[in-house]
């Protein structure tokens, strides 16, 4: 498991940069960042929101397909997968809203504005919710397994619907021409570096979690089978 | 109809605990099975898999027609199925559940014949009272008319003389006697009597083994 | 000559839901009261004030949603709850069943919003339409898309065991988007757009039920079997 000390350092490397790196207005040093239009230090969230934002959709897409893989196979294992997947994506969920709503709050002036982006993230989160309340409410394994498959696949299958209306009916706040704009990254080099770096600590840290959580629940049902 | 069905090595486990395992048979037309065991050892559960009511965990189970199978999509209008848990619906009439039935299955039978089959069971007089009145003995012999509208190459039977005064035994009798001499019959019984009308046993209880 | 077996059986089924209607009464009273209730207590609410137009379409649709989470998980639940469910496995192709239930649920779904829409332009002089085909169109493709979406929802929750809570909780996330591109639509049937402005709205209403419909019959067998 020499890959949990690559995740542990890489992230502590993330957090120091994300935070030590110095942001000004005339970049003067190579490892000095830009501005970004309106956001300015304040940018600095940009490394856990987007990440987090990133991997909780990783996790939709993964819960998804691993409740495919249970319909068509009827193998416990993948629902195992499909909700251990979902737990980490609620967890991320409320993390990328939680990151979401703080830079509304000290960016455009409150927690909460209903721009598209945060109205998808807080659906996502009633998803996740749903599924949850969905999986305590079925008795029987495979009757939870195979209806929650059903739910994600029909809850998923309207999330594009959601992101493709959105912008007709709300005008948004969502900074997108700070990293594309026009086709083109415009975001600083180094900036965008660790972004991307974020991006992958966060979905490695994903995966790591999935791992974790999927061995444990597998031992739980081995331990209470050996008290039937 | 050329009916035959095959079982192989089916097993059903439900919330991890194996029910039965390993049951194998194969039937043809003019055959009888009866499913017997203590109770719990899963008799309901394999009459159900039969009449794909529910899905086995392992094994095979295939009821093919002149060498051709029958997709699981389509055992229902082969099938008819009487049992205790089975429900008929309320709000409408001893005859009103039959045509629904016979609508929804599509079954091309005449008024004439669905009074016959009312009378065979001995609900000619309750044909228009509705069903939440009748008696579970009644109801019984309602589930039996039911079964057979569509005159069915396989019947499924389990527990058959529940609820049922000694008439409604003899009633079943003949049933019973009549499907084994046009199709396959399978019964789900605790009873030693019922067991020793049929051409072939499987006993539940072995299966543990 | 199998898919009018297959046709035959879903008349069968709405047949037989439509006559259990009528029979036990159980569902449309509750409802139609259920629709007075909310409009009387939005009445109260809104006073004398003045409410814009736009609101107005919002609550238009509030109405006609909480009124279809109270009425259109019915059709599988009672099944459940009455043990038929068996019965059905016995007699009909899952599919059957499902566009059964769904054109029973349909059916509902217009007598529904039909009541419910003469209520509304009644009761609330404000409310005023402008452009009537933007806005018939509009309530045929929200009752479609409405019922739909309810159907297979009603369907999984008829399975689990707190099913009154559960079904606003499941379906509120899927009909986000059908609700939010109806209301949208309604204000341009109260501004007064012309009918091409509408398409855009149109086209989504009904890819929306398109989507529902053909994954619910890929679906629904996973749902119905045990």
Known sequence: MALKYILFVGMIIIIFLSIGVPISENPQNWYELPFIPGLEEKARII??????????????????????????????????KSSSSAGLGLLFCIIATITGSIWAKFNWG?????????????????????????????????????????????????????????PRIISGLHPN???????????????????????????????????????ITNFDYIYSRKDN | M????????????????????????????????????????????????????ISQTKGEISISDKEKEIPKSKIFSIVGFVAPYLQLYDEFTALENMRIIKNIRNVLISEKNILELLN?????????????????????????????????????????NSNLDEEGVKMVWEIIEEQKAKGILVVATNEIEDSKLCTKIINLNKQEE | MKITESINATLGILQKEVLSEFRTRYALNALLM??????????????????????????LWIIIFFSSMSGLSRTFVSEEERGTVMTLHLIANPLSVYFGKLLY??????????????????????????????????????????ASASTIIAAIVAKANTKGTLFPVLAFPILLPLLMTLINATKLAVQGAILNEAFGEFRVLLSYSIVIIVISYLLFDFIWKD
């Open chain 1, 47 to 80: 490394f856990f929101h987007v990440p987090a934002a990133w991997t909780t959709t990783l996790a939709f897409i993964m819960s998804l397909f691993f409740g495919i893989r249970y319909l068509m196979t009827k193998d416990l294992k993948y629902d195992i």
């Open chain 1, 110 to 166: 409150s927690y909460w504005n209903w721009d598209p982006r945060e109205v998808s993230i807080f659906v996502l989160l009633l998803i996740y919710g749903a599924y949850f309340a969905l999986r305590t409410a079925v008795e029987g394994d495979e009757k939870r397994a195979s209806l929650s498959a059903v739910y994600a696949i029909i809850s998923g299958l309207t999330v594009p619907f959601f992101i493709f209306i959105m």
């Open chain 1, 177 to 215: 021409e700070a990293i594309i704009s026009q086709g083109k990254i415009t975001m600083n080099t180094f900036m965008l570096i660790i972004l991307l770096s974020s991006v992958a600590g966060f979905t490695g840290l994903y995966f790591y979690l999935l791992n974790l959580k999927v061995r």
């Open chain 2, 2 to 53: 050329f009916l035959k069905i095959s079982a192989n090595g089916l097993s059903k486990a439900y919330n991890r605990r194996e029910i039965f395992s390993n049951v194998n048979f194969q039937l043809k037309e003019n055959d009888s099975l009866a499913i017997t065991g203590r109770n719990g050892a899963g008799k309901s559960t394999l009459i159900k898999i039969i009449a794909n009511i």
């Open chain 2, 120 to 160: 065979k069971v001995g609900l000619y007089k309750n044909r228009n009272d509705f069903v939440r009145t009748f008696s579970s003995g009644m109801k019984q012999r309602l589930k039996y008319a039911c079964a057979l509208l569509h005159d069915p190459p396989l019947l499924l039977l389990d527990e058959p």
């Open chain 3, 34 to 59: 259920f629709v007075v209730t909310t409009l009387s207590v939005i009445l109260f609410s809104i006073g004398s004030e003045n409410v814009s137009q736009e609101i107005l379409c919002g609550i």
């Open chain 3, 105 to 146: 649920n349909l059916l509902l779904l217009t007598f529904l919003n039909i009541f419910t829409l003469i209520l509304y332009l009644l009761m609330i002089p404000g409310f005023v339409i402008n452009n009537y085909s933007i806005f018939v169109i509009t309530i045929i493709l929200g009752t479609f898309g409405l």
